[in-house]
């Protein structure tokens, strides 16, 4: 059998690429400590930062600075952490994103150093076994949950209890599904293999990640415009903390590493479901119950409680509309002109999409301070119905909008 992929030049006889001497285990363990390792040192510089800026080193020593570094990392990673008695589960989406975002760029380096190694395109294609990719990524995760270890137990108090399991069960899914899919994208297996899988395949997996990004960005786009549009508020509480100007700087800072979890909330909101902020609240675009509230200045996006506009009822066609706006550009990209095609690939898509947004409402929230606070979340059951049942449809009604204007085309064309 030939190989699918057109295969480089042979190399000269007895040439060995410099790449495969380098020891891939080493190569890889090296690249597993350096993507958790990186996003760490910029949780203790942050902390570090706002520990001078809130008192100038006053109160308390840099050693207590750094633990709570490594805690928001740590958090970051599910690992929840107990306040003065209270357990704090809600993971701070954003340093979750940089981690991955950081395990992926660092991954496809490892790939590419390892590219090395193992047989080549044409080898491969002929069915011959390569290990590189699997053995890479074990070493890869060694590292990962290695960083993590040893930051629990330099970082973890009797007080504060941080999860050991959770933690390295978070680090071994960020290392594998990030890092593994980076080394083989970096090297080169990847586009061997996915040159293996049906088209239709892979253009549902490009309609899902088309979907959930312009779900997710009408998410964004509503919390943002809610929160301008009451900022006074905002502006009110932060008034009434009588906080400096270091801690108001480190306030802001807080609440941007929040606004991803707002995102997920808002698309909640927006789907029907709601969320919740307390025990027995519920925002959504048919009732909101809430009661007293922290004083945090993100909250200045919520509507008030009471009566519902009957204009919010029509928020719930924004995730249909962006899923099917998803779904058409994705097809725009890997066009057909057969009408099944087209409705499989953006139902699946959505179908997809919709999954992972259940996940996300899963990890949004979870217990943020005491008493009512214990419950703060998506309802993420119902979500995770009303995101496969809208995002299914508004996939399938792209899928179908764009195949009839490429047919159309085509015929013009013709």
């Not at 809610?226 to 270091?246: F, M, P, R």
Request: positive net charge.
């Amino acid at each position: 059998m030939t190989s699918l992929l057109s295969a480089p030049e042979r190399a000269p006889e007895g040439w060995v690429d410099p790449r495969s001497r380098r020891p891939l285990a080493l190569l890889s363990l090296a690249g597993g400590v350096a993507a958790a390792g990186s996003v760490l040192l910029t949780c203790l510089g942050l902390a570090v930062t706002g520990w001078f800026l809130t008192d100038a080193g006053a109160h308390g020593l840099p050693r207590d600075a750094l633990r709570v570094g490594a805690h928001g990392w740590l958090m970051a990673h599910g690992s929840g952490v107990s306040v003065r008695g209270t357990l704090v589960t809600v993971v701070p989406l954003l340093v979750t994103v940089l981690s991955a975002w950081a395990t992926w760029r660092i991954g496809q380096r490892v790939g590419q150093a390892v590219s090395g190694h193992g047989p080549d395109a044409d080898q491969i294609s002929d069915g011959e076994r390569d290990w590189t990719v699997p053995v890479s990524t074990f070493w890869f995760t060694a590292g990962y949950v290695a960083v993590a270890t040893v930051t629990l137990a330099l970082a973890a108090t009797p007080a504060t209890q941080p999860s050991g399991p959770r933690t390295v069960a978070w680090s071994v899914a960020l290392a594998v599904l990030a890092g593994g899919s980076a080394i083989a994208v970096g090297s080169g297996r990847a586009a061997i293999w996915s040159a293996m899988l049906p088209g239709n395949l892979r253009a549902t997996a490009a309609a899902c990640r088309a979907v959930l990004r312009s779900v997710l960005l009408a998410a964004l786009v509503v919390f943002l415009t809610a929160l301008l549009l009451d900022v006074a508020t905002a502006v009110n509480v932060l008034a009434s903390l009588q906080l400096g100007t270091g801690e108001a700087v480190v306030m802001a800072l807080v609440a941007v590493l929040l606004v991803p979890n707002a995102t997920v909330f808002s698309a909640a909101y927006l789907l029907g479901p709601g969320f919740t902020v307390g025990t027995q609240t519920l925002v959504s675009p048919t009732l909101v119950v809430t009661g007293p509230l922290p004083a945090v200045p993100l909250l200045a996006a919520l509507p008030d409680s009471g009566a519902v506009p009957a204009w919010a009822v029509g928020l719930v066609a924004i995730p249909p509309v962006a899923a099917a706006v998803g779904a058409a550009l994705a097809q725009r990209r890997r066009p057909t002109l057969r009408w099944e095609e087209g409705a499989l690939r953006g139902c699946a898509g959505g179908v997809a999409a919709g999954l992972l947004l259940g996940w996300l409402a899963t990890v949004a929230g979870g217990a943020a301070g005491p008493g009512r606070l214990q419950v703060v979340g998506p309802l993420s059951s119902d979500v995770l119905v009303h995101a496969i049942t809208s995002l299914g449809i508004g996939g399938l009604v792209g899928g179908l909008v764009m195949t009839g204007w490429q047919r159309r085309a085509a015929r013009a064309a013709a």
